[in-house]
C-alpha cells in the first residue's frame, strides 16, 4: 500500500469552516432580505450562498476523509475524496443556476416589480466586501496547505464578492427607475454561478479522468533523462491523487548492468522526482536498451 504524508489538514479545514460560517450568515441575510425588500437579484445572491455551503461541507468532508490511511480496499489512500466532494458540489452550483434563471424569466414574463427597500444595497456592499476578505484568507491557506479544494472554494468565495457587487449595480439601476434590471441582474448572477461551477467541476472531472498535463509531463520525463544511466524514457505515466500525483515510468538502460545497479539507478529517479510537481509516489521498470542499433553488430 502506498504510505502518503499527512498533509497540513487543520489550516485547510480550518478554511472551509470560515466559508460555512461567512455563507451561513450571508444567506440568511440575503433571503430575508430579498424577500423583505423586493429584491429578486439579493434573493438569487442568497440562494448561490446556499449552495456554497454545500461546497465547504463537501470539502471539508473530503479533507476529513482524503487524511484517512490506506487500506486494503482502497491501497493508494483516500485522498481523491477531496475531489470526489469538489464535483458533488459543483454540480449543485449548476442547478442552483438553473432555478435562478427559471425565477428570473418568470418576474420578466409576468412584470410589475415592486420597488425595492435601499437596504438591499447595503446588503449587497457588504457581503461583497466580507466575501473579498474571506477569499484572501483563503488563498493564503491554500497556499500554505497545498490544498486543491481550498483553493477552488477561495475562487468561489471571490467570484461571490463580483456576484454582491453586480447585484448592488443592478439594485442601484432599479432604483433609478429601471426595475427590470434586478431580474436580469438576477440572470446575470446564474450566469457567473455556472461559471464558477464548471470552473471548479472540469479539473475534478479531468482528475477522476485520470487526466495529466502534458506540459508537467514533458517535465518529468525531462527531469529522468538527465539522470546518468538512463538512456531512454520508454513509457511515462502520471495521474493526480488528490493533492499528490502518482508517477510510473519504463526507463532503458545499460544491459550490462547488475541487478543491484539497475536497482541504484532506480533509487536516483525516486530521488529526483519527488517533490518535484507534487510527486509523492515513483514505480520504476528497468528494461534494457542497447546503444547498438537493431541489425547492425559492433566491430
Known amino acids: 500500500m502506498v504510505k502518503l504524508p499527512r498533509p497540513k489538514q487543520d489550516g485547510a479545514q480550518k478554511g472551509a469552516w470560515l466559508s460555512i ?7 440568511l441575510i440575503k433571503c430575508w432580505t430579498g424577500v423583505a425588500a423586493h429584491s429578486q437579484v439579493v434573493f438569487a445572491d442568497g440562494l448561490n450562498n446556499l449552495s456554497d455551503i454545500l461546497l465547504s461541507v463537501a470539502i471539508l468532508i473530503g479533507l476529513k476523509v482524503a487524511v484517512q490511511p490506506a487500506d486494503q480496499n482502497h491501497p493508494f489512500g483516500h485522498s481523491k475524496a477531496e475531489t470526489v466532494a469538489t464535483l458533488i458540489a459543483a454540480s449543485f452550483m449548476v442547478l442552483v443556476s438553473l432555478n435562478i434563471w427559471l425565477d428570473a424569466a418568470q418576474t420578466l414574463w409576468k412584470g410589475g416589480e415592486k420597488t425595492i427597500h435601499p437596504i438591499a444595497l447595503y446588503v449587497s456592499l457588504g457581503s461583497a466586501f466580507i466575501m473579498y476578505m474571506v477569499s484572501l484568507i483563503n488563498f493564503r491557506l491554500s497556499r500554505k496547505t497545498e490544498s486543491q479544494a481550498l483553493e477552488a472554494s477561495a475562487h468561489d468565495n471571490r467570484s461571490d464578492a463580483l456576484v454582491s457587487l453586480g447585484a448592488a449595480v443592478g439594485i442601484f439601476a432599479a432604483d433609478r427607475g429601471f426595475a427590470w434590471i434586478d431580474p436580469v441582474a438576477a440572470f446575470v448572477v446564474g450566469i457567473l454561478i455556472l461559471r464558477t461551477g464548471w470552473g471548479i467541476g472540469r479539473p475534478a472531472i479531468d482528475s477522476l479522468m485520470d487526466g495529466f498535463d502534458q506540459n508537467k509531463l514533458s517535465g518529468i520525463e525531462e ?45 536516483k529517479i525516486e530521488q529526483r522526482l519527488i517533490g518535484y510537481e507534487n510527486i509523492e509516489h515513483v514505480h520504476v521498470h528497468v528494461e534494457p536498451k542497447s546503444l547498438t542499433p537493431v541489425g547492425c553488430t559492433p566491430d
Not at 460560517?21 to 444567506?27: E, G, N
Not at 511515462?236 to 545497479?261: I, K, M, Q
Request: charged share 20%.
Open 223 to 267: 527531469q529522468v533523462l538527465n539522470i546518468d544511466g538512463i538512456r531512454q524514457v520508454k513509457e511515462l505515466r502520471a495521474r493526480n491523487h488528490g493533492p499528490y500525483v502518482f508517477v510510473e515510468v519504463t526507463v532503458g538502460v545499460d544491459e550490462h548492468l547488475s541487478v543491484g545497479e539497475s536497482h541504484s539507478l532506480t533509487e
Open 21 to 27: 460560517i461567512s455563507y451561513a450568515i450571508l444567506s
